[in-house]
């Protein structure tokens, strides 16, 4: 039974600092591909950074630079730290796995960016 608990959201100023965390109870990593996804008001739902067997494979142009996906194997969570935070990266955030046809999400993780 895999599921995905998000944390770390918050409110920031721009140029703040903040690490998302996620707890991936029943995820293999070197199995799962690993997601961290996001959501603003009025968008669709865009994929921000992907993470295969510890290995970062994919980062938006948007956060390129900024953010770092990140796993931790012994503890089972995954990460998102995410620097130089701009007013656009305002979103919801979420935890996703995909093992073969196998869809799992996070509930989310608010983060806000205002100064």
């Known amino acids: 039974q895999v599921q995905l608990v998000e944390s770390g959201g918050g409110l920031v100023r721009p140029g703040a600092s903040l690490r998302l965390s996620c707890a991936a109870s029943?995820?293999?990593?070197?199995?799962?591909?690993m997601h961290w996804y996001r959501q603003a008001p009025g968008k669709q739902r865009e994929l921000v950074a992907a993470?295969?067997?510890?290995?970062?494979?994919y980062y938006a142009d948007s956060v390129k630079g900024r953010f770092t996906i990140s796993t931790d194997n012994d503890k089972n969570m995954m990460y998102l730290q995410m620097n130089n935070l701009k007013p656009e990266d305002a979103a919801v955030y979420y935890c996703?796995?995909?093992?073969?046809?196998?869809?799992?999400w996070g509930q989310g993780t608010q983060v806000t960016v205002s100064s």
């Open positions: 993470i295969i067997n510890s290995v970062p494979t």
């Open positions: 029943g995820v293999i990593f070197s199995i799962h591909d």
């Open positions: 996703h796995s995909r093992h073969g046809l196998r869809n799992y």
